[in-house]
């Protein structure tokens, strides 16, 4: 395994405790970032469930949207309190405030009251008088049980470890790649090819019946893909592949996760030019997988990925991903802010984003 990166020591405040002291915020808030947070950030009630509707309030009514084609619950007022895409199984929810940041890499701050989770099964029309659906719903709606957004967190700079009942670290700071050793600053200083298996040290079987072991060099390291499947297929159980042409699970590469047909494409990939940047990305939602082309010597591969989170306190929309730059998770801004709005490095490589 290639040396630790040495990183400068971060003061950070106690995490705040969310209500009922059952669950907490997952990332840690300095003391003067917390007090001159806004005040959304102060966690809201718990959502309260009626167990003979399957999980929904009685007031709760159901609307069919389209571009995409989606089910959307509202509450008594009006307001959309969660969404269901066809043909994805990401869910997005709203629940208790949270707020997101970073602040060894930026200063960025996201506060967002969304809660991503993987239902069961992909959405489809009337999906919601389905058993399977009550039975998830009721179960996760106002759950403060960890979400994408919260593992997400559990690997940027100075991230604790966390382990599991077998001693497997799960969780923690984790890298991009190890030192390449023909790299030099500004082109390609670590590998790439670091996937879920190799950050936790373990072999991994996969459903078409390969097992890959993790190589030494690369524990405790997930490329931007890599990354993506450690979130969403080992931690958020998707089925995942054990390469792009594997047809049963979440391919191994961004490229092949873009051109992929699960789940449903907010932002149909048109090329990868830059004339093929898409003339709106309104259509996001937090949750959502944005695809990018960085490097010009991938030619027609797309080479970059992260997890749309929504508006951060500016208004940015920022994603989070692992970079090369910042050696690991981050939505820092060391080799380019990670905003998707305006003309920024990754504004502009934006090539397309599903919902999976």
Same mark, same amino acid.
């Given at each position: !395994?290639?040396?630790?990166?040495?990183?400068?020591?971060?003061?950070?405040?106690?995490?705040?405790?969310?209500?009922?002291?059952?669950?907490?915020?997952?990332?840690?808030?300095?003391? /003067?970032?917390? *007090?001159? *947070?806004?005040?959304?950030?102060?966690?809201?009630?718990?959502?309260?469930?009626?167990?003979?509707?399957?999980?929904?309030?009685? *007031?709760?009514?159901?609307?069919?949207? $389209?571009?995409?084609?989606?089910?959307?619950?509202?509450?008594?007022?009006?307001?959309?309190?969660?969404?269901?895409?066809?043909?994805?199984?990401?869910?997005?929810?709203? +629940? &208790?405030?949270?707020?997101?940041?970073? &602040?060894?890499?930026?200063?960025?701050?996201?506060?967002?009251?969304?809660?991503?989770?993987?239902?069961?099964?992909?959405?489809?029309?009337?999906?919601?008088?389905?058993?399977?659906?009550?039975?998830?719903?009721?179960? #996760?709606?106002?759950?403060?049980?960890?979400?994408?957004? *919260? !593992?997400?967190?559990?690997?940027?700079?100075?991230?604790?470890?966390?382990?599991? /009942?077998?001693?497997?670290?799960?969780?923690?700071? =984790?890298?991009?790649?190890?030192?390449? &050793?023909? +790299?030099?600053?500004?082109?390609?200083?670590?590998?790439?090819?670091? /996937?879920?298996?190799?950050?936790?040290?373990?072999?991994?079987? #996969?459903?078409?019946?390969?097992?890959?072991?993790?190589?030494? $060099?690369?524990?405790?390291?997930?490329?931007?893909?890599?990354?993506? @499947?450690?979130?969403?297929?080992?931690?958020?159980?998707? &089925?995942?592949?054990?390469?792009?042409?594997?047809?049963?699970?979440?391919?191994?590469?961004?490229?092949?996760?873009? @051109?992929?047909?699960?789940?449903?494409?907010?932002?149909?990939?048109?090329?990868?030019?830059?004339? /093929?940047?898409?003339?709106?990305?309104?259509?996001?939602?937090?949750?959502?997988?944005? #695809?990018?082309?960085?490097?010009?010597?991938?030619?027609?591969?797309?080479?970059? !990925?992260?997890?749309?989170?929504?508006?951060?306190?500016?208004?940015?929309?920022?994603?989070?991903?692992?970079?090369?730059?910042?050696?690991?998770?981050?939505?820092?801004?060391?080799?380019? =802010?990670?905003?998707?709005?305006?003309?920024?490095?990754?504004?502009?490589?934006?090539?397309?984003?599903?919902?999976?």
């Amino acid at each position: !395994m290639s040396p630790k990166k040495k990183r400068p020591v971060v003061h950070i405040a106690t995490v705040i405790a969310l209500l009922g002291g059952s669950a907490y915020l997952t990332v840690e808030l300095r003391k /003067d970032e917390q *007090a001159a *947070a806004p005040k959304v950030q102060t966690v809201t009630d718990t959502p309260q469930l009626d167990s003979a509707s399957g999980g929904q309030t009685a *007031a709760q009514t159901w609307e069919r949207l $389209k571009a995409p084609d989606r089910s959307v619950l509202r509450d008594d007022k009006g307001q959309v309190v969660a969404t269901f895409t066809d043909k994805a199984r990401t869910a997005t929810l709203k +629940g &208790p405030s949270r707020t997101f940041s970073e &602040p060894a890499n930026t200063k960025s701050r996201v506060v967002t009251d969304n809660w991503v989770r993987l239902m069961p099964e992909a959405w489809r029309k009337g999906a919601e008088k389905e058993k399977w659906f009550k039975d998830w719903f009721k179960e #996760f709606y106002g759950s403060q049980e960890d979400d994408v957004f *919260a !593992m997400g967190f559990q690997y940027v700079q100075d991230a604790p470890v966390k382990k599991d /009942d077998e001693g497997i670290a799960y969780a923690g700071d =984790a890298e991009f790649g190890p030192l390449n &050793p023909n +790299g030099s600053s500004g082109n390609d200083l670590r590998e790439e090819l670091s /996937d879920f298996y190799d950050y936790l040290g373990i072999s991994y079987t #996969f459903r078409d019946g390969r097992t890959i072991q993790p190589e030494e $060099k690369r524990a405790r390291a997930a490329d931007c893909s890599g990354f993506m @499947r450690l979130l969403w297929g080992y931690r958020s159980r998707y &089925p995942l592949a054990s390469t792009d042409k594997s047809p049963d699970g979440l391919p191994r590469t961004a490229n092949g996760m873009a @051109r992929s047909d699960l789940g449903a494409d907010v932002i149909p990939l048109k090329g990868v030019g830059a004339a /093929d940047r898409p003339k709106s990305i309104n259509v996001l939602q937090p949750g959502d997988l944005v #695809f990018f082309k960085l490097d010009a010597r991938t030619k027609e591969r797309l080479d970059h !990925m992260g997890t749309y989170l929504g508006h951060d306190t500016d208004g940015n929309m920022v994603f989070l991903s692992s970079r090369e730059e910042v050696n690991g998770p981050t939505i820092g801004d060391k080799g380019g =802010a990670s905003r998707l709005n305006g003309e920024g490095y990754y504004a502009k490589t934006l090539r397309s984003a599903k919902r999976l």
